[in-house]
T-cell receptor, first 111, second 114 residues
Framework: QKEVEQDPGPLSVPEGAIVSLNCTYS??????FMWYRQYSRKGPELLMY????GNKEDGRFTAQVDKSSKYISLFIRDSQPSDSATYLC???????????FGEGTQLTVNP | EAGVAQSPRYKIIEKRQSVAFWCNPI?????LYWYQQILGQGPKLLIQ????????DSQLPKDRFSAERLKGVDSTLKIQPAKLEDSAVYLC????????????FGPGTRLTVL
């Protein structure tokens, strides 16, 4: 069993839609959770970083963590064509700095 | 602020050949990471340096992969000999601290092994 499972997609939505991206994990040691965005032929860039269970909002992006269910989500409101990319969840424990990534969800926002 | 630089951007080799990738991290960043990203998968950590010392190389196939970080700045990753399954994007990342919370990635080197 993989430590991190991510909804594979691909996902195609119309402009303005609300997008939900999800990951589950099995390792209880994971305490820090991140979402990265990766445009085609580019390296990943950090979007959101959370530690506590609950919601964290940054502009049109909301990261949600439920440690009891081992489930994290990223919501994108008012999606734009420029949001078209692959979204990767990543997480790590309290010791060390190794990130474990999900496989990514490819999102296309159609004008 | 300049980002993480990597070269070459693309490389095509035949199996059993050797190849080397170069990374220049963001100035002042103490920690440097090399990741392998196979098509359709998330990045997998190969090796982590703190300054010029290795912190984590548990997922590095040491029979064919090697890496070094001279003087705690630039780094090179080498594969010798390459196998077909090494076809992937090799990403370098750096972070200012050692916790790994904020990692800045370079554009990657896309390796194709024929």
């Amino acid at each position: 069993q993989k430590e991190v499972e991510q909804d594979p997609g691909p996902l195609s939505v119309p402009e303005g839609a609300i997008v939900s991206l999800n990951c589950t994990y099995s390792n209880s040691a994971f305490q820090y959770f991140m979402w990265y965005r990766q445009y085609s032929r580019k390296g990943p860039e950090l979007l959101m970083y959370t530690y506590s269970s609950g919601n964290k909002e940054d502009g049109r992006f909301t990261a949600q963590v439920d440690k009891s269910s081992k489930y994290i989500s990223l919501f994108i409101r008012d999606s734009q064509p420029s949001d078209s990319a692959t979204y990767l969840c990543a997480m790590k424990g309290t010791s060390g700095s190794r990130l474990t990534f999900g496989e990514g969800t490819q999102l296309t926002v159609n004008p | 602020e300049a980002g993480v630089a990597q070269s070459p951007r693309y490389k095509i080799i035949e199996k059993r050949q050797s190849v080397a990738f170069w990374c220049n991290p963001i100035s002042g960043h103490a920690t440097l990471y090399w990741y392998q990203q196979i098509l359709g998968q998330g990045p997998k950590l190969l090796i982590q340096f703190q300054n010029n010392g290795v912190v984590d190389d548990s997922q590095l196939p040491k029979d064919r992969f090697s890496a070094e970080r001279l003087k705690g700045v630039d780094s090179t990753l080498k594969i010798q000999p390459a196998k077909l399954e090494d076809s992937a994007v090799y990403l370098c990342a750096s972070s200012p601290g050692w916790t790994g919370d904020t990692q800045y990635f370079g554009p990657g080197t896309r390796l194709t092994v024929l």
